[in-house]
């Protein structure tokens, strides 16, 4: 079957690959290379999946799991353990329920991140999304920094059919906010995506403007729901976690984007995200085209890390 006639599933599975060496063969050596349940059975266990971007806390509560069933199951074959050590795994990235009420409810989504981790792209993507899904769409191009983010987000707005404010160089990005926020009230958008800037002169301006943004949206648009997304580049391991614990501290984050996991090893990062932040990968992308960006499931996501087959996940 040729590349671009994948599934999603296929291509997420496909974009895992390097992931998948860097930790599941890994996981089976250890499986197949220790004939007892002893120490340094856990031990190697552990190094591997902390070497796999998964972070300290997650594996080691996998790992406590993991022991638990083996002594309560009495089981004594490393190979048996490994169904167990996957459902602990999945176990680990349960959120809770992962709502997306701007599907259906008036939304704001401001979309955030640091610079080149996906922003515009992503904002892009989820315009055509809604836009297909029957919605009316607004894009706020406030990332007024990157001379070429305007004109790139007006290339997604244009082929997904929606409209646009702002986007020229170096005019106020709150004032962008305004006036979209205010375009939204008065054309009666069902969802309005704003774009923001993943670098400014420094990290504390950057952070001032998104509260400054945060406010004004409260501000001139009381009760309608409100969507703070931050968009980590998959790629950037371990450093994800704090570009997403520095945005937790400016605005109330709803939702993660995980970007760029085609052809990371680093994948494993998405299983410490949602299990030391708690906060729900809502999309994943695995590549460039719209088709790329998708609603994020854990248990889909282990699966295809694993390469387990589940019917219904078309290839
Ligand atoms: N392979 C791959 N590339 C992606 C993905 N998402 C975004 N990109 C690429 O990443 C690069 C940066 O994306 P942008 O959307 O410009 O990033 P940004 O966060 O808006 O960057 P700033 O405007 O500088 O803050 C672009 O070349 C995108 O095509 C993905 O899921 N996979």
């Known amino acids: 079957m040729g590349e671009e006639k994948k599934g999603f599933f296929g291509r997420l599975k496909d974009g895992l690959t390097k992931t998948r060496d860097n930790i599941v063969n890994g996981i089976d050596s250890v499986f197949n290379g220790f004939s007892a349940i002893d120490e340094d059975f856990y031990e190697e266990l552990e190094e591997i999946l902390i070497m796999g971007d998964i972070g300290v806390n997650a594996t080691n509560a996998i790992i406590e799991k993991l022991r638990g069933q083996v002594k309560e199951n009495h089981i004594k074959q490393p190979s048996e353990c490994k169904e167990i050590l996957i459902q602990s795994i999945k176990e680990q990235m349960k959120v809770g329920e992962t709502a997306y009420d701007f599907e259906q409810e008036q939304s704001v989504i401001l979309v955030i991140g640091v610079n080149g981790v996906g922003k515009t792209t992503s904002v892009g993507k989820l315009a055509g999304i809604l836009k297909d899904q029957g919605r009316k769409v607004l894009l706020a191009a406030a990332d007024t920094f990157r001379a070429a983010a305007g004109e790139q987000l007006t290339e997604w707005a244009n082929r997904a059919g929606v409209d646009i404010i702002g986007g020229s160089e170096g005019s106020d990005p709150a004032s962008v906010i305004f006036d979209a926020v205010n375009a939204a009230k008065a054309r009666h958008v069902d969802v309005l995506l704003c774009d923001t800037a ?118």
């Open 198 to 315: 993943g670098r400014l002169h420094n990290k504390k301006n950057l952070m001032e403007e998104l509260k400054k943004i945060n406010r004004i949206i409260d501000k001139e648009f009381p009760g309608v729901h409100r969507e703070n997304l931050v968009v980590l580049d998959g790629t950037t391991g371990q450093n994800a976690l704090q570009q997403a614990r520095d945005f937790g501290e400016v605005a109330d984050l709803t939702g993660i984007i995980l970007t760029k996991m085609d052809g990371t090893a680093k994948g494993g990062i998405a299983v410490a995200i949602q299990s030391e932040l708690n906060i729900p990968v809502k999309y994943i992308g695995v590549g460039e085209t719209l088709e790329d960006l998708q609603k994020f499931d854990s248990d889909q996501f282990v699966n295809a890390l694993f390469d387990i087959k589940v019917s219904g996940e078309e290839e």
